[in-house]
């Protein structure tokens, strides 16, 4: 490994082994419930990211969902999440997560919250329930993620593009989106701002090692900003903005009530308080180490695998244990699994050297063992309102 490839390498691990990253997860649930099918019966893995998306999947009538996340910080951005729904009242629960602040919200916490939450996820927002208390820095302005946001919106207020911000995110037409954004266009793309992004710091804070930008870099002319920018003009440009809360939350600070995750809606925070808030439990480890506990029953198989974008990495840096990871899949999916995920790049060719036992006694590629869907989740993947990765999969799992 190179000097430049260990100190990135180095300084990714620091961001992802010492920060919250993600505030709010970067998936679009609806491209994923266009394939996921959810029934009563079916249980669900997801990597927790920030715990939106595992609601979202728990309020669409599955059985149970596993949210699983090797950083404790974003389990307890989810188990805080939980406990809000469970203890407070919608108008408190709307102003803490909807408007991402509370004038109260350190006396929320310690009086109501606090004991509803695990240990790690106490000692998490013991220190940090401060995210809540600032009208002007809400809680979607911190995390790295949310660091890279204030970065961004300073930038555009020095430009001078704050006005025209507002006027996209108001925008009733695709025709005025694309008015709006081709003058802020003009102000952000500046040489500072590409080279800014360009930076593998910069890139860290936002959850994407080193391996990943190859990835993107050698499927996409070698330019990372080139992909950036047709993402934007995909999101401003194509969707309509009026239900795109990922990227309204991220320029404003706050979503609204007519544009927030389902778990923010009133008649949805009813069902979590009523009961399916306790469906969704987080575990602080690797998929892996979650497949392979001894205390889930055998019992219990899932049939449902989110496995967002993390294959990357392990593609990249620990290749066998992304094998062994799938042989954990295996030896707990149900039958008609179907496994979704995303990736930086526009291919997993990866996946094709990954070979294990399907009970035959001897290895054969996992690739054989699926059916594929890619007209429909290359269609799906048109319409993501976040559009940060390259590709959306799904496969069903064939024994």
Same mark, same amino acid.
């Given at each position: =490994?190179?000097?430049?490839?260990?100190?990135?390498?180095?300084?990714?691990?620091?961001?992802?082994? %010492?920060?919250?990253?993600?505030?709010?997860?970067?998936? +679009?649930?609806?491209?994923?419930?266009?394939? &996921?099918?959810?029934?009563?019966?079916?249980?669900?893995?997801?990597?927790?990211? /920030?715990?939106?998306?595992? &609601?979202?999947? #728990?309020?669409?009538?599955?059985?149970?969902?596993? /949210?699983?996340?090797?950083?404790? *910080?974003?389990?307890?951005?989810?188990?805080?999440?939980?406990?809000?729904?469970?203890?407070?009242?919608?108008?408190?629960?709307?102003?803490?997560?909807?408007?991402?602040?509370?004038?109260?919200?350190?006396?929320?916490?310690?009086?109501? &919250? *606090? +004991?509803?939450?695990?240990?790690?996820?106490?000692?998490?927002?013991?220190?940090?329930?401060?995210?809540?208390?600032?009208?002007? !820095?809400?809680?979607?302005?911190?995390?790295?993620?949310?660091?890279? /946001?204030?970065?961004?919106?300073?930038?555009? %207020?020095?430009?001078?593009?704050? $006005?025209?911000?507002? $006027?996209?995110? %108001?925008?009733?037409?695709?025709?005025?989106?694309?008015?709006?954004?081709?003058?802020?266009?003009?102000?952000?793309?500046?040489?500072?701002?590409?080279?800014?992004?360009?930076?593998?710091?910069?890139?860290?804070?936002?959850?994407?090692?080193?391996?990943?930008?190859?990835?993107?870099?050698? $499927?996409? %002319?070698? $330019?990372?900003? &080139? @992909? =950036?920018?047709?993402?934007?003009?995909?999101?401003?440009?194509?969707?309509?903005?009026?239900?795109?809360?990922?990227?309204?939350?991220? =320029?404003?600070?706050?979503?609204?009530?007519?544009?927030?995750?389902?778990?923010?809606?009133?008649?949805?925070?009813?069902?979590?308080?009523?009961?399916?808030?306790?469906?969704?439990?987080?575990?602080?480890?690797?998929?892996?180490?979650?497949?392979?506990?001894?205390?889930?029953? +055998?019992?219990?198989? #899932?049939?449902?695998?989110?496995?967002?974008?993390?294959?990357?990495?392990? /593609?990249?840096?620990?290749?066998?244990?992304?094998?062994?990871?799938?042989?954990?899949?295996?030896? *707990?999916?149900?039958?008609?699994? !179907?496994?979704?995920? !995303?990736?930086?790049?526009?291919?997993?060719?990866?996946?094709?050297?990954?070979?294990?036992?399907?009970?035959?006694?001897?290895?054969?590629?996992?690739?054989?063992?699926?059916?594929?869907?890619?007209?429909?989740?290359?269609?799906?993947?048109?319409?993501? !309102?976040?559009?940060?990765?390259?590709? @959306?999969?799904?496969?069903?799992?064939?024994?």
């Amino acid at each position: =490994m190179s000097l430049s490839s260990a100190l990135n390498s180095k300084i990714f691990n620091h961001v992802h082994g %010492n920060n919250l990253v993600y505030n709010i997860c970067w998936e +679009d649930p609806r491209i994923d419930h266009q394939m &996921l099918n959810l029934g009563p019966n079916d249980n669900v893995l997801v990597i927790t990211s /920030a715990g939106c998306n595992a &609601l979202d999947y #728990i309020l669409k009538g599955c059985n149970h969902v596993y /949210a699983v996340d090797m950083n404790y *910080r974003q389990n307890a951005v989810l188990e805080l999440k939980k406990a809000a729904a469970k203890l407070l009242n919608y108008e408190d629960y709307w102003q803490l997560l909807g408007e991402g602040w509370h004038p109260d919200a350190e006396k929320l916490y310690k009086e109501i &919250l *606090r +004991d509803a939450m695990p240990f790690d996820a106490r000692e998490f927002w013991d220190k940090k329930i401060y995210y809540f208390k600032n009208r002007k !820095r809400t809680y979607y302005m911190h995390g790295t993620s949310g660091f890279f /946001a204030r970065c961004l919106n300073g930038y555009i %207020n020095f430009k001078g593009g704050r $006005q025209i911000c507002e $006027q996209l995110l %108001n925008s009733k037409t695709l025709e005025e989106q694309q008015e709006h954004y081709s003058k802020l266009e003009k102000k952000f793309w500046t040489p500072l701002m590409k080279w800014f992004l360009n930076r593998n710091t910069t890139l860290a804070l936002l959850g994407v090692p080193k391996s990943q930008r190859i990835q993107v870099e050698t $499927q996409y %002319n070698g $330019q990372i900003c &080139l @992909f =950036m920018k047709d993402c934007l003009e995909a999101v401003f440009c194509k969707l309509p903005i009026s239900d795109n809360y990922f990227w309204r939350v991220y =320029m404003t600070g706050h979503y609204t009530k007519d544009c927030c995750p389902e778990y923010l809606k009133e008649e949805n925070f009813l069902k979590l308080k009523n009961g399916l808030a306790d469906k969704v439990t987080t575990y602080s480890m690797s998929v892996e180490q979650f497949l392979r506990k001894p205390e889930l029953s +055998d019992n219990v198989k #899932i049939s449902r695998f989110i496995l967002l974008d993390h294959m990357d990495w392990l /593609a990249n840096n620990h290749f066998e244990w992304l094998v062994s990871e799938w042989e954990s899949i295996l030896q *707990r999916a149900a039958d008609q699994t !179907r496994i979704l995920w !995303r990736s930086g790049g526009f291919r997993t060719d990866f996946l094709e050297k990954v070979e294990i036992d399907f009970g035959k006694g001897v290895k054969e590629k996992i690739t054989d063992h699926f059916q594929m869907h890619e007209e429909e989740t290359a269609s799906l993947h048109e319409l993501d !309102r976040v559009h940060t990765y390259g590709s @959306f999969h799904v496969a069903d799992l064939i024994r």
